[in-house]
Nanobody
Framework: RLQLVESGGGSVQAGGSLRLSCKVS????????TGWFRRAPGQEREMVAL?????????HYSDAVKGRFTISQDNDLKTVDLQMENLEPEDTAMYYC??????????????????WGQGTQVTVSS
């Protein structure tokens, strides 16, 4: 199993930026996808951004964040980062890093992901 540790959350005003980072240990190994999900109070967990560990140019974004968020993976540093620009109050949520081995792959959804971090809070005020 992988250990995932998020950092970089915080509070910002609308229009501001934050960068989340996820440290993966011991290594990416045979990971199929890594990515970020979020859960706002009273809402279901939703996919934010995913990146293929086998093809770092293959990325998926939710419609809500497309054009504002950028996911990247550094195999040397063993990190998966989420650069968030032009943040909106609707982005307020707990953000979770996740990794999928591919063994239980059922598509781009949370059920496909095997390992999860503890989460980091992002709060955007208007």
């Amino acid at each position: 199993r992988l250990q995932l540790v998020e950092s970089g959350g915080g509070s910002v005003q609308a229009g501001g930026s934050l960068r989340l980072s996820c440290k993966v240990s011991p290594e990416f190994g045979f990971t199929k996808y890594t990515g970020w999900f979020r859960r706002a109070p009273g809402q279901e967990r939703e996919m934010v951004a995913l990146i293929s560990s086998r093809d770092l140019s293959l990325k998926h974004y939710s419609d809500a964040v497309k054009g504002r968020f950028t996911i990247s993976q550094d195999n040397d540093l063993k990190t998966v980062d989420l650069q968030m620009e032009n943040l909106e109050p609707e982005d307020t949520a707990m953000y979770y890093c996740a990794a999928a081995s591919g063994r239980g792959w059922v598509g781009i959804r949370a059920e496909s992901f095997d390992d999860w971090g503890q989460g980091t809070q992002v709060t955007v005020s208007s």
